[in-house]
């Protein structure tokens, strides 16, 4: 199975300032298709996750532009800009390029 | 709109069954692979369970810790998403959410294992 590990695990933030979060996978996500799929979804309290980035970059219809993905091969990073109120909550990376899926452990954003 | 609603969740013993179903609307559902994820009280998000799209031929996966209890499947014709259970586990409490494919999940579904 692939671990994915992410850092850090908390990041608290102050309004308007940037966070980011580094993903970590053991192997690498290249497909045999070519593609990379390493996601990154968010999740509030009490709400599902919603994926905002797939295979590292492509912002998800709707996603703020203050998200931005990046990386290559093993290590991927989450950026948010600007950060705002709704922006609370758990971020997760997650690989789709082997079976089984993973995840990382989740990384709790807090506004400060 | 993109919708999935989970239902069947709730209080069941150890060794019993469930039978989740995930109803959708919204898209062309036959077109799209599927999938089940879960997640226990407190922790991270974990895959459950994953079934192909009439385009892509290919088996059902299923993460280890469920395979040969659960048993995946699909109604196109309905388009819902169905998560058969067998002997639960009291380690298979979660909220279980379905997704079509990674992009869009439903809000999730109780299911408590507990004597």
């Known amino acids: 199975d692939i671990l994915m590990t992410q850092t850090p695990l908390s990041s608290p933030v102050t309004l308007g300032q940037s966070a980011s979060i580094s993903c970590r996978s053991s192997q690498s996500l290249v497909h045999s298709d070519g593609n990379t799929y390493l996601s990154w979804l968010h999740q509030r309290p009490g709400q599902p996750p919603r994926l905002l980035i797939n295979k590292i970059s492509n912002r998800i219809s709707g996603v703020p532009d203050r998200f931005s993905g990046s990386g290559a091969g093993t290590d991927f990073t989450l950026k948010i800009s600007r950060v705002e109120a709704e922006d609370a909550g758990v971020y997760y990376c997650m690989q789709a390029t082997q079976f089984p899926r993973t995840f990382g452990q989740g990384t709790k954003v807090e506004i400060k | 709109e993109v919708q999935l609603v989970e239902s069947g969740g709730g209080l069941v013993q150890p060794g019993r069954s469930l039978r989740l179903s995930c109803t959708t609307s919204?898209?062309?559902?036959?077109?799209?692979?599927m999938s089940w994820f879960r997640q226990a009280p407190g922790k991270g998000l974990e895959w459950v369970a994953f079934?192909?799209?009439?385009?892509?031929?290919?088996?059902?996966e299923y993460a280890a810790s469920v395979k040969g209890r659960f048993t995946m499947s699909r109604d196109d014709s309905k388009s819902i998403a169905y998560l058969q259970m067998d002997s639960l586990k009291t380690e298979d409490t979660a909220v279980y959410f379905c997704?079509?494919?990674?992009?869009?999940w439903g809000q999730g579904t109780l299911v408590t294992v507990s004597s």
């Open positions: 919204g898209f062309t559902f036959g077109d799209f692979a």
């Open positions: 997704s079509r494919f990674n992009d869009f």
């Open positions: 079934i192909r799209g009439k385009v892509w031929p290919g088996p059902t």
